[in-house]
């Protein structure tokens, strides 16, 4: 799909590097100020622990539904990986982080929200909408790898309904998988060839260009996604996005109903609802696509996320904690399953 074809930036240290240079590198990560912990060897961290010197674990959430057996080794796991010393943090990647560890008895009152960054592109706003206004019909958009837990059949049960009800507009899909053939067989049986469109994957700078283009942007996934980065790039190219309150990037980006609209996970009817009440009100669609954009441009950026950062870890050298009220590194609330759509519908929106 065009990833990491790009030349390796100066400031990554490559696998190789770090294989033959590991002493070097471990000199790296035991001086630093503050160190940002993903996926990586805990031995490395072993100098740190006992020092107690800063350290920001960086995680989605570790519960995900389809592995339930697991949870026992990974809190086993987690305790022997995290100790809980005073100036170790979590960044979480997803509204349900803080929860998830928060059952471990982990990270209480120590998490910030983060998540995924890619890269933030400045538009002339009129330009942009503008642009989406010359689609012949209302634009609706699904991008993803087409497995279960993303559920793109949900899409195509959407563009049934509206069909049924009279809807002018197109659906493209982009992406390929598993459940390919599956997606293709719902289209030629439901007789939607003249309404929906399989693209296929795309390198990530086409899928954009059809992000600028697309009206509303759908986003179907369940408990088992993540963080979402297509919702950062979806509301970055000015989308109306309808997304389940089951995406670990929804609660944190998502103001319902002023720059997006969630719907409850699994709910198809919902989903519907939410997609008719935009091809009923183009003047809305296009407020919540303005409002996402300037979330993306303004707020929930990697410039923004790395400029908070900074001085997030000031204030907790001197004794303090964040100031900043919400997006990046403002306080990540403890939330789970059972209360998240209702924090979604109400207290964020």
């Not at 949900?154 to 049934?160: G, P, Q, R, V, W």
């Not at 939410?274 to 303004?298: C, H, S, W």
Request: aromatic share 12%; hydrophobic share 35%; charged share 25%.
């Amino acid at each position: 799909m065009g990833w990491g074809e790009q030349d390796v930036p100066s400031y990554v240290v490559p696998v190789n590097v770090f294989a033959t240079q590991r002493e070097k590198v471990q000199q790296l990560i035991d001086n630093a100020d503050v160190v940002i912990f993903g996926s990586a060897p805990r031995e490395l961290l072993v100098n740190r622990i006992q020092k107690d010197k800063m350290i920001f674990r960086y995680s989605e959430r570790p519960l995900k539904v389809k592995e339930p057996w697991k949870y026992p080794v990974r809190l086993f796991t987690w305790r022997r990986a995290m100790p809980q010393k005073k100036h170790t943090y979590m960044l979480c990647a997803s509204a349900y982080t803080a929860g998830d560890f928060a059952q471990f008895g982990l990270f209480r009152n120590k998490c910030y929200k983060w998540g995924y960054f890619p890269a933030t592109k400045q538009y002339d706003i009129d330009a942009l909408f503008a642009q989406k206004s010359k689609n012949e019909r209302p634009s609706i958009l699904w991008v993803g790898r087409l497995i279960g837990l993303k559920h793109p059949d949900a899409s195509i049960l959407l563009a049934e309904r509206l069909k049924a009800n009279g809807y002018r507009f197109d659906l493209n899909i982009i992406g390929n998988g598993a459940m390919e053939s599956q997606i293709r067989a719902m289209i030629r049986e439901k007789k939607l060839d003249d309404c929906v469109h399989m693209l296929g994957g795309m390198r990530p700078e086409q899928v954009r260009e059809y992000m600028e283009r697309a009206d509303i942007y759908l986003f179907t996934s369940d408990f088992n996604e993540g963080w979402g980065a297509v919702l950062n790039e979806s509301m970055n190219s000015g989308c109306a996005v309808v997304a389940s309150h089951a995406i670990g990037s929804v609660p944190f980006l998502i103001n319902d109903g002023v720059n997006g609209i969630v719907y409850k996970n699994g709910r198809q009817k919902d989903l519907e609802r939410a997609v008719m009440e935009l091809l009923n009100a183009p003047k809305k669609r296009k407020q919540i696509g303005q409002a996402a954009y300037r979330t993306m441009a303004e707020k929930w950026n990697g410039e923004t996320a790395a400029e908070r950062f900074l001085e997030l870890c000031k204030e907790l050298q001197d004794g303090r904690d964040t100031y900043y009220q919400d997006g990046p590194c403002s306080k990540a609330e403890r939330l789970f399953q059972w209360n998240m759509y209702k924090y979604c519908k109400e207290e964020n929106g």
